[in-house]
């Protein structure tokens, strides 16, 4: 989809509403000599007419580029409704959304001690600049939604011989779509069933790493039989792991059932990819995405350094 750059805007305070210019220069840290410039998430401020004609017919107030104090005012999406982790593209130019709306300033915000409202903290969104260049008005911005990736690996010697159908790991692609799905999240959903076979599994982990798939669940293989050796795979390849997640879900259910504290699943982050064993019943698998589910998205902007609350 193509964002059409109406303005192009900068100013040398916070606080202040910005000046359109000729030009700006997108550098790594934000707009060349612009205030909101730094070494932070929210370099580039991006506001759409869509959202500037909603305040004037909210307000009688009529708004010009610059006067939310945005870098780039824009015509043709409704900038509201993207996510962080999109981008926008234009020639080498890239975009990484990275904010929807911020803190209102109140008093201190110059169109907010005019008429006591302003659109930007609901409305406006906020980049970094992953790749810099020179933009101006007239040119167009190519929206890119971000693709979120998700492979779910069933381990059972049985289903993968044909003995029986494998349940649980089309029921983690159902959670995990509709997980997606009630967020507006764009996904795509990678399938494997294999045996019990620690090998295959490990190429299958290399490749999910390699390709930079954002999430990786596996189901079976987690508890203590002598073909149950998920976990011991998967620990090695994690850069690091996240201990608290899998803990809470043992304590909650194995205090009515003890047999839920053999389970040896765990979480952890593998290069760019979230990694969760799962065990492999299926009410095992509803009970384990229930609770880790609520932390999903936060897991992914962290990991892609957005601190978002």
Not at 70 to 82: F, R
Not at 160 to 181: T, V
Not at 232 to 240: A, M, N, S
Request: aromatic share 6%.
């Amino acid at each position: 989809m193509a964002v059409r750059v109406l303005s192009v805007n900068t100013s040398v305070a916070k606080g202040t509403v910005k000046k359109p210019v000729e030009r700006i220069v997108l550098t790594h840290t934000g707009v060349k000599e612009d205030a909101h410039a730094g070494h932070w998430n929210r370099q580039v401020s991006l506001l759409g007419e869509e959202s500037m004609a909603k305040f004037t017919a909210a307000t009688g107030r009529a708004v010009v580029p610059g006067e939310f104090a945005e870098n780039i005012t824009t015509s043709g999406l409704a900038l509201w409704t993207t996510h962080p982790l999109d981008r926008f593209t234009c020639g080498d130019i890239e975009l990484e959304v990275t904010r929807i709306g911020k803190e209102c300033h109140g008093s201190s915000c110059a169109i907010f001690r005019e008429v006591g409202d302003c659109v930007m903290p609901k409305e406006g969104i906020f980049c970094r600049v992953l790749s810099p260049g020179i933009l101006q008005a007239g040119m167009e911005l190519e929206y890119h939604p971000k693709m979120f990736r998700v492979m779910v690996i069933t381990l059972s010697d049985r289903a993968a011989s044909g003995e029986y159908e494998d349940r649980s790991g089309p029921r983690i692609g159902k959670l995990a779509r509709g997980f997606f799905d009630s967020h507006g999240l764009h996904h795509y959903l990678h399938f494997a069933l294999i045996p019990d076979d620690p090998h295959k599994l490990k190429d299958i982990l290399n490749q999910a790493k390699e390709e930079l798939i954002d999430l990786v669940i596996t189901t079976g293989g987690t508890g203590i039989g002598p073909r149950d050796f998920t976990p011991d795979v998967v620990r090695p390849l994690l850069d690091k792991e996240i201990p608290g997640i899998m803990e809470r879900i043992r304590m909650k259910y194995g205090a009515d059932k003890p047999h839920a504290l053999v389970s040896r699943s765990l979480a952890g982050v593998m290069g760019k990819s979230l990694v969760f064993t799962l065990p492999g019943s299926l009410r095992a698998v509803n009970e384990y995405f229930d609770e880790l589910s609520p932390a999903l998205l936060h897991l992914f902007y962290m990991l892609h350094g957005l601190d978002i609350h």
